[in-house]
């Protein structure tokens, strides 16, 4: 799985890195993959799955290509 990350919300994943592959060995959702990864899901505003809008409760499979969107920030 891809999973890219898009916004400032990058900076609370493990490394600070906006793109991170990850082997599913099972679907996961989205919401479960955010846990593995000791991300708050409440940073996320959007989920794309394969460039399909979803949520954080869709099954993500091994090869999926996963994007998440932070809220708007700044002033």
């Known amino acids: 799985m891809n999973l ?5 919300v990058a900076q609370f ?3 600070g ?3 991170h ?3 599913l060995e099972e679907p996961a959702s989205v919401r ?5 990864l000791s991300v708050n899901p409440q ?6 799955i394969n460039n399909e809008k979803r949520d954080l409760d ?3 499979n091994d ?3 996963v994007l998440l969107l932070s809220p708007v920030s700044g002033g």
Do not use: Q, S
């Open 17 to 19: 890195k906006a793109v």
């Open 4 to 8: 890219r990350v898009n916004g400032h």
């Open 63 to 65: 090869g999926d290509e």
């Open 32 to 36: 479960e993959v955010l846990g593995r």
């Open 43 to 48: 940073l996320v505003m959007a989920v794309y």
């Open 58 to 60: 869709c099954l993500v």
């Open 21 to 23: 592959e990850m082997t």
């Open 13 to 15: 994943f493990p490394g």
